[in-house]
């Protein structure tokens, strides 16, 4: 099979691309960065037990497993909380956590209250 002269040029042939399943793992730094970074603790409750490594952006949506992207969350949160019932004030809460740590949030703190506000029933008019 002959190259042709873009490729030759590129190299693209011997690079590998990683799998979906391998973008945003996170990695054994990234976990220990995180942990440090939220002083070992659920950042929503501070219990210090059960602690897991939560995607702020789910890596379905392209979100990374760097610590930018990543919360310290306990199971009760991580799982009942954003897995279980995703309910809307404990994901305000991460994003807003996140955005005080100095991460950019915003535009998703943003879309979440636009889709927030879409699910509320409009009020009656018969006043």
């Known amino acids: ?22 973008r945003g793992k996170i990695t054994d730094q990234a976990y220990k960065e995180t942990r440090k970074r939220d002083k070992g603790k659920c950042a929503l409750c501070g219990s210090k037990n059960g602690l ?18 990543l919360i310290m969350l306990c199971k ?12 809307y004030d404990t994901k305000k809460r991460v994003l807003e956590y996140m955005i005080n ?21 409009k009020g009656d008019n018969n006043e």
């Not at 002959?2 to 990683?18: D, H």
């Not at 702020?56 to 979100?63: E, F, I, Q, T």
């Not at 009760?76 to 309910?87: A, F, I, P, S, T």
């Open 76 to 87: 009760y949160h991580h799982y009942v909380k954003l897995h279980g019932q995703g309910d």
């Open 52 to 69: 897991e490594c939560h995607h702020v952006l789910p890596r379905s949506r392209g979100g990374s497993g760097q610590p930018s992207n």
């Open 101 to 121: 740590k100095g991460y950019d949030f915003e535009q998703e703190l943003n879309r979440l209250e636009f889709r927030n506000k879409q699910r509320q029933p």
């Open 1 to 22: 099979m002959k190259l042709t002269k873009e490729k030759q040029l590129s190299g693209s042939k011997n690079r590998k691309k990683k799998k979906a399943k391998e």
